[in-house]
């Protein structure tokens, strides 16, 4: 069952999106940056490790483009994208370095055959080394960074001179840019900045008689058509608008999909698609402030990480409700009697890692009396269990988690409520802003991955409660607290948005009397171990440790407890996960204090 320090989760997978920490100390030592722990990293969650695909892309495009022993890129799939990106760097480095950062733009080649085949464009930020750790901010916080599919496809595509870098592009963008200050190297001749161009062409695709068509079966097999992924990103539309439920093949799902959805009037129009569950978030944030201006915004309850960086670091602001309490909205509705004004409120239902449930219905009046727009991020218990799109603006989720559950694969949603005083505004932004970089060969994944995703969540449901409900009655003092829905003090909050057949969900985290305690129970449970949730297999991790790691006591000021192990429970026998559980839960009797 276990897998081996720094092994993709699932096993043999070469996309996968968890890897596995599979000790307490291992993940420490993961957060220490400890060689012998990083060294072992054949992958990790996409945006907080660089898959090797992409690592490798990269040292290639640094190769052609720039110096190697001086220079990095960060890859996305668009010039917007890596704008954003070379934007936010400008504004950390001082200006007479400005022009060490550049974006150079790879292209299909002219030989590269139209049609329904599929094509990729790539955007490369290059900089100097030293300012990696800025641009990993973007690439984690944002989520907009090319996929591992997508980086295989261009690294393959680039090698075989069907990818090629847009020198025209070079040209226009240092010309727009004004004249290039700085060493003589880096100055331009003609526009063009010495050591952005190389000068010996890629190889031709016709010097071994292979044409495009020929490179994409070869490498890509048949995932790799336009109308394929178009006809899978429709789908998953569908799907999460809730018009589309039948467990069958592509062309019949399609054909037999209703006209009833999550909402009255909903439809596929109403859902787009990102490369990840923070893309949908950073861009509804980005979507909200062309929409409706430079305003501040509210981030309500403990959040996922990410989601209060992304308030923090782009636009005016945020204020930070991090308990998520009745005291905090009455704190809210007095600043906003006082004449405050904000962009959006940012918030889970339910929230992450303590699982309660944020007050939606006094929101949405609050935002309708005082017009700020609401924003629920569904991804833990998933729209088949609650109905929050009628009480918000936008619903975005995770794609990646229990709507795919392979583990394989990334993705995101950003839903509008029809209905929604914002919506004609929003709407409009989002059909002149709005781009889709969902990469092809991961829509066709995550479509078949999602096809059975009803039948599995209310599995995974019904083997929650059975196994919350066993931690719940374990011998008194054992364990600290179950945080699940179910027995959190905000039920009724819950119960409020639950859909007639919806459940609680699968995840719930666990706390205890002391370190030790939590260290036994984690190394003992025999399951796979790593970040991410809604897996069809059970995952754990020590999610306090990985997600704030270096803001702990922060973290327990909101009584987030930092030895909080988090559980995701997937498609096992309930009666085989029991016996896993009770025998960790035999290794923490076996460490307590005859005091405890």
Known sequence: MLQALGGPVPPNTDHAVSVSLPSWRENVGYEEGEDWVISKMKCGYPRFFVHPIIQKLAQEIVRRVGDPNLESATLFPSLKSARICHSFLLSKIPAEKAYKARIVNFIPSLHTEAGSTVTSSLSCVIYPKEYASITKQVWQHSGNGISSRRGEFCLGALEDGFLVEDKGFATAESISQGPCKGPRRYQSVNGVRKGSVRESPPKSNTEDGRDYAQFIEERFGRNLSTSLANQA??????????????????????????????????????????????????????????????????????????????????????????????????????????????????????????????????????????????????????????????????????????????SNVMGGSAVLNPHAQYYAALKETYNRDYEDTCWAEDAVFLERNSRDFISRIEQINATTEDITAMLKESPLGKLKEVHYPKYSPTRPLYDSLRNANGGYGGLFSVTFHSTAEAIAFFDTIEVLKGPSLGTNFTLSSPYVLLAHYGELDWARSFDVDPDLVRISVGLEDVHDLRSRVQRALDAVQSVRQPSA
Request: overall charge negative; charged content about 20%; some cysteine.
């Open 233 to 406: 990103k429709l789908a998953v539309r569908k799907r999460i608008a809730g018009v589309l439920t039948a467990d069958a093949e592509l062309p019949e799902a399609l054909e037999t999909a209703s006209s009833e959805g999550r909402v009255a009037g909903i439809s596929e129009e109403d859902v787009l698609l990102y490369p990840s569950g923070m893309s949908a978030i950073y861009n509804a944030h980005q979507t909200l402030l062309a929409t409706r201006g430079d305003l501040p915004s509210i981030c309500f309850g403990f959040p996922y990480t990410d989601t209060l960086k992304i308030l923090q670091k782009w636009g005016p602001g945020c204020v930070f409700y991090g308990h998520g309490s009745s005291e905090d909205l009455e704190d809210l509705e007095s600043r906003l009697k006082a004449g405050e004004r904000f962009l959006g409120l940012f918030t889970e239902a339910p929230g992450n890692p303590l699982l309660k449930a944020p007050d939606l219905k006094r929101i949405r009046a609050l935002a309708d009396q005082y017009g700020f727009a609401v924003v629920v991020d569904e991804t833990i218990s998933n729209f088949l269990n609650i109905n929050v799109l009628h009480l918000a603006d936008i619903v975005v989720s995770s794609l990646t988690k229990i709507f795919s559950g392979d």
